[in-house]
């Protein structure tokens, strides 16, 4: 595709549920990062791949977030028993590389709401 | 620790000229990305600098001070589809470590 695409868009899930998020990076891109933003806070880094390797989850928020990337492209990021403090827009963006000066491409991002 | 400061908020009149500034303290450093945000969408990307100076983009400009930790974001003659969000983030180890983003509105 075109662009970095992210599905659902919405999700509404009950306290206690577990949930899925995907990501399709742009096609060729080697890195793929996920973020989490809060309502009127700029984004914070949760996990990011190279290839299916995941080089850094030192985001991560607890150990009920998890993120794949089994064959080197589409990723999933699971939140297991959400809480209402998880409700936020989880971004997706994908870079050609690592290297410094490649910009990364977000995704529209999940918004997830948790009642 | 991580600390990267930027007004909350900027209101500023269509036609004109606004800077954004932008502090930082981090551990790490490789970059400094500016992307701007409509709510509700995907942060699109602005500018990068990772030297000292001033990078130009048309009406958009971006500036660099690496031993002061300081860059700002200049934009010139302002339409009112810039009301946006605006996001610093210095690029670390693999990562974007942003700032809240500063609320630019655009008034006629």
């Known amino acids: 595709g075109a662009g970095v695409s992210q599905s659902p868009r919405y999700k509404v899930a009950k306290r206690g549920q577990d949930v899925a998020l995907r990501c399709d990076p742009i096609?060729?891109?080697?890195?793929l990062f996920w973020y989490q933003q809060a309502l009127g806070q700029g984004p914070e880094f949760l996990t990011y791949?190279?290839?299916?390797?995941?080089?850094?989850k030192s985001g991560l928020p607890s150990d009920r977030f998890f993120a794949e990337r089994p064959e080197g492209s589409v990723s999933t990021l699971k939140i297991q028993r959400t809480q209402q403090e998880d409700s936020a827009v989880y971004l997706c963006?994908?870079?050609?590389?690592?290297?410094?000066?490649?910009?990364?491409?977000f995704g529209p991002g999940t918004r997830l709401t948790v009642l | 620790g991580q600390n990267i400061d930027q007004p909350t908020e900027m209101t500023a009149t269509e036609g004109a000229i606004v800077q954004i500034n932008c502090t930082y303290q981090?551990?790490?450093?490789?970059?400094l990305f500016w992307y701007q945000q409509h709510a509700g969408e995907a942060p699109t990307f602005l500018s990068y600098?990772?030297?000292?100076g001033l990078e130009e983009k048309g009406r958009f400009s971006s500036f660099l001070s690496r031993s002061k930790g300081y860059s700002y974001l200049l934009l010139k003659e302002l339409q009112m589809k810039d009301s946006a969000s605006y996001l610093c983030?210095?690029?670390?180890?693999?990562?974007?470590?942003f700032g809240q983003g500063t609320e630019l509105s655009v008034k006629p």
């Open positions: 600098n990772v030297l000292d």
């Open positions: 963006a994908s870079s050609l590389t690592l290297e410094t000066y490649n910009e990364q491409f």
């Open positions: 791949f190279q290839n299916e390797a995941q080089l850094d």
């Open positions: 096609s060729g891109h080697v890195s």
């Open positions: 981090t551990s790490g450093f490789n970059g």
């Open positions: 983030a210095v690029y670390q180890g693999g990562k974007l470590i």
